[in-house]
């Protein structure tokens, strides 16, 4: 049997971090719980990472990779009015909803949590990661204003965050209930808030 090579099982173990983080919380998660998902030794668990905490801080720069390559590849781009792209952008949301809780749910949220008062250097990636889906969000958000809500006073900014704290709080109400379906209405609620915000354009 070959040996497996190293980014390989690396692989495995950032891939078994963000599910059990994500279904049994970062403290609940130990090394040995990892290593057994991801069938890798705790040898080469520690070739790769120093601990569980660098271990934390490549899954959150893992976890963005994959969102935004999953993102950046979602139907919604296609659409030519800003506006339907982020109508487009909450539908593709919805539609992720399905299967366990932890499958998506949101590794970052989760992490912030629980980590917010004890690990900085975790803190600090997570809220540079959620900032970046931010500031995508922000510049489809200000070419919609532009076109349907130019003299509107509040800011895209702010907006791009309201509609992640929806997101964020959706994720908590579908681990409190083992069910999502306070997250689609949530969703569902959020695009009609967003219909109503920008001016009804004429077909």
């Known amino acids: 049997m070959s040996r497996q090579q190293p980014h390989e099982s690396k692989i495995k173990l950032l891939d078994a971090a963000l599910l059990l983080i994500?279904?049994?919380g970062y403290a609940?998660?130990?090394?040995?719980?990892i290593c057994r998902q991801?069938?890798?030794?705790?040898?080469?668990?520690?070739?790769?990472?120093k601990g569980k905490d660098d271990l934390a801080l490549a899954a959150v720069a893992y976890w963005g990779e994959k969102t935004e390559g999953l993102f950046a590849a979602a139907p919604y781009h296609q659409a030519a009015d800003p506006l339907d792209r982020l109508l487009g952008y909450i539908d593709f949301r919805q539609s992720l909803l399905q299967g366990d809780t932890a499958g998506y749910t949101c590794?970052?949220?989760?992490?912030?949590?629980?980590?917010?008062?004890?690990h900085p250097e975790i803190l600090a990636a997570c809220d540079n990661g959620?900032?970046?889906h931010v500031?995508?969000?922000t510049r489809e958000l200000a070419l919609a204003k532009a076109r349907y809500a130019p003299q509107a006073t509040w800011s895209v900014e702010s907006l791009g965050?309201?509609?992640q704290a929806v997101l964020q709080g959706a994720f908590i109400f579908s681990k409190a209930r083992h069910s999502p379906e306070i997250a689609r209405d949530?969703?569902?609620?959020?695009?009609?808030?967003?219909?109503?915000?920008?001016v009804q354009r004429q077909d």
Do not use: C, N, P
């Not at 991801?38 to 990472?49: E, L, M, P």
């Not at 970052?108 to 004890?118: A, H, P, R």
């Not at 949530?186 to 920008?198: A, G, M, V």
């Open 28 to 33: 609940a998660t130990t090394v040995d719980d």
């Open 38 to 49: 991801a069938g890798i030794t705790k040898g080469s668990f520690f070739h790769h990472f």
């Open 186 to 198: 949530s969703l569902e609620h959020l695009r009609r808030y967003l219909e109503i915000l920008f």
């Open 22 to 24: 994500r279904s049994k």
């Open 135 to 137: 500031a995508v969000l």
């Open 161 to 163: 965050y309201f509609m």
């Open 107 to 118: 590794l970052l949220g989760t992490l912030v949590q629980e980590v917010y008062t004890t």
């Open 130 to 132: 959620l900032a970046s």
